[in-house]
């Protein structure tokens, strides 16, 4: 055989060889995620895979892409093992972000990521009805809500939402960032506390531990999710 016929054979093997072992790789990687969403008993289990799964956006290597599979494996019926209530932020999709793509998690989306009677009715919808083992409560940076409640805006129904907000106001004003981030963050605590104060049903399975309730923090800069 030819020099040049002996070179153009160890290519080929190569190219197969490569292909043979990425595809091995993302079926592994699949196939872990699908186990990991599929073997959540506990409220810790559930906190594991979120982590887990933002990692997986942060790395570019997210999984739970297969929407159509997604469809027809829910279409009878539903078990997600986490709920986030987060801010309206049109930049913080929760089902990317924590690579957990459709059926695998309850969101309540409102701005400045507030409870009211029915966020609550949801959310004891989601743990007491469905078994739902997780809440996150997750504020971001450069809230605009946060920004309305520190500004005292005032605009039709967004005047009583920010009002909601401005009890979890610190800092001053000569460092603007710095006092949204405390804010935010303060605010995802107070929601948390009204939470357990307001709904009786979900103060009983957090304090049964069948049920955890989280805060978090993302940040828009860089995609990443800080557990407070």
């Given at each position: 055989?030819k020099?040049?016929n002996?070179?153009?054979?160890?290519?080929?093997v190569?190219l197969?060889?490569s292909?043979?072992?990425?595809?091995k790789n993302?079926?592994?990687?699949?196939a872990?995620?699908?186990n990991?969403t599929?073997?959540?008993?506990t409220p810790d289990?559930a906190?594991a895979?979120m982590?887990?799964?933002?990692q997986r956006?942060?790395?570019?290597?997210?999984?739970n892409?297969?929407?159509?599979?997604?469809?027809e494996?829910t279409?009878n019926?539903q078990?997600?093992h986490?709920l986030?209530?987060?801010?309206?932020?049109?930049r913080?999709?929760?089902e990317v972000i924590?690579d957990q793509?459709?059926?695998n998690i309850?969101?309540a989306?409102?701005a400045?990521n507030?409870?009211?009677?029915n966020?609550?009715?949801?959310?004891?919808f989601?743990?007491?009805?469905?078994?739902t083992?997780l809440?996150?409560v997750?504020g971001h940076?450069?809230c605009?809500?946060?920004?309305?409640?520190?500004?005292n805006a005032?605009l039709g129904?967004?005047t009583q939402?920010?009002?909601q907000i401005k009890?979890?106001?610190?800092?001053?004003?000569?460092?603007?960032?710095?006092m949204m981030?405390a804010?935010a963050?303060?605010?995802?605590?107070q929601?948390?506390?009204d939470i357990?104060?307001?709904s009786?049903?979900?103060?009983?399975l957090v304090?049964?531990k069948?049920?955890?309730?989280?805060?978090?923090?993302?940040?828009?800069?860089?995609g990443k999710?800080?557990?407070?």
């Amino acid at each position: 055989m030819k020099k040049s016929n002996i070179s153009i054979l160890a290519i080929v093997v190569l190219l197969v060889t490569s292909s043979c072992s990425q595809t091995k790789n993302v079926s592994a990687s699949e196939a872990a995620a699908k186990n990991a969403t599929t073997t959540i008993t506990t409220p810790d289990d559930a906190l594991a895979e979120m982590k887990a799964g933002n990692q997986r956006f942060l790395d570019n290597k997210s999984v739970n892409i297969d929407y159509s599979n997604q469809i027809e494996q829910t279409k009878n019926g539903q078990q997600p093992h986490t709920l986030i209530l987060s801010c309206l932020d049109s930049r913080i999709p929760p089902e990317v972000i924590f690579d957990q793509g459709i059926g695998n998690i309850f969101v309540a989306r409102v701005a400045g990521n507030i409870e009211d009677p029915n966020i609550l009715g949801s959310m004891e919808f989601a743990t007491k009805a469905v078994g739902t083992k997780l809440i996150i409560v997750m504020g971001h940076n450069k809230c605009g809500a946060v920004k309305g409640a520190i500004d005292n805006a005032e605009l039709g129904n967004l005047t009583q939402l920010v009002d909601q907000i401005k009890p979890a106001i610190v800092g001053d004003k000569s460092n603007m960032d710095a006092m949204m981030d405390a804010t935010a963050k303060q605010n995802v605590k107070q929601t948390i506390s009204d939470i357990l104060k307001f709904s009786p049903v979900v103060n009983e399975l957090v304090n049964n531990k069948s049920v955890k309730i989280v805060g978090a923090y993302y940040d828009l800069t860089t995609g990443k999710v800080t557990f407070l």
